[in-house]
């Protein structure tokens, strides 16, 4: 798929959701026909209750610094509290999710109490500036999950339970429905200095590939994986073909006169946010809450 488009596009609406996902206390927490499939994408909803938390903060803090010196209109400000809306929801549906990943897994209360102290840190430590950097970056790794888990569908949500699928593929679209939001508050904060950006897309791929990894391999030893040659094979094949989605997209980020909405979009975004909109589950088509 080609990661750019010769222009930028007009922005897409953001729409706030509330949507309601139901797991019952027996659901299998490892829910893809993949298990090794399953523990890195529970090992990413692991952290989504400190990092979406953290991108609110760091955000509603660089808001509030632009709203204050009229460097951010009205229209421009609703964007950035509907996305910060969809960023809350996010976080809140990912923990009831995680609330059974931890019953199964007990040990892995520990990634959550270090993800915790990681996003505390940045908040106390961190300028507002580093933040918001930090923010963006990580909004560009969502987007290229989003984009690889649309080019392997077919193979990672095949035999997926449907509501655990629509937990992550409404999420992953709405990580594409604003995926501008937080870079055009980074380039108004920063007037295109691209240096802080640059150490935190170096920050997040190294702080992402260390956790997913490590809580991933817990959950492998779990379901005893850990010893299975194909699911290595699936792993390693997994990390290079998203290396080859994710490090283009980073770079290109952070060239002078890039915007986002410039990124060539998955078709299954808009697909996954229409049937999710209309309430349909997007595993087998049949109807479900929203």
Not at 199 to 209: E, G, H, R
Request: proline share 4%; glycine share 2%.
């Amino acid at each position: 798929m080609d990661t750019l488009l010769p222009q930028a596009q007009a922005h897409d609406e953001i729409k706030v959701r509330k949507p309601v996902f139901e797991y019952p206390d027996s659901m299998e927490v490892c829910w893809s026909s993949l298990k090794e499939f399953a523990c890195v994408a529970n090992s990413i909803s692991l952290l989504m209750p400190y990092l979406e938390p953290y991108v609110v903060k760091s955000v509603a803090a660089a808001r509030a610094e632009l709203r204050a010196d009229g460097s951010l209109g009205d229209e421009e400000d609703k964007r950035v509290r509907d996305y910060l809306s969809q960023e809350t929801q996010h976080h809140i549906q990912h923990q009831k999710f995680n609330d059974l990943l931890v019953a199964r897994y007990p040990k892995l209360r520990w990634w959550e109490a270090s993800a915790s102290r990681l996003a505390k840190w940045l908040l106390k430590r961190r300028s507002v500036e580093y933040n918001l950097a930090q923010s963006a970056s990580s909004e560009a790794f969502a987007y290229s999950v989003a984009r690889w888990c649309s080019q392997n569908r077919s193979e990672i949500f095949t035999g997926a339970d449907p509501e655990v699928a629509r937990l992550f593929q409404w999420h992953m679209a709405e990580e594409v429905e604003h995926k501008d939001v937080v870079y055009e508050l980074l380039d108004k904060y920063q007037e295109r200095s691209r240096f802080k950006y640059i150490v935190a897309c170096i920050v997040t791929v190294l702080t992402m590939a260390a956790f997913v990894t490590s809580a991933s391999l817990a959950m492998m030893f779990y379901e005893r994986r850990i010893l299975s040659p194909l699911a290595w094979f699936r792993l390693f094949k997994w990390a290079i073909t998203f290396a080859f989605e994710l490090l283009p997209t980073l770079t290109v980020s952070a060239l002078p006169g890039f915007h986002p909405s410039q990124l060539v979009d998955p078709i299954d975004a808009k697909n996954w946010l229409r049937e999710h909109d209309l309430g349909l589950d997007v595993g087998d088509g049949t109807r479900c809450p929203n």
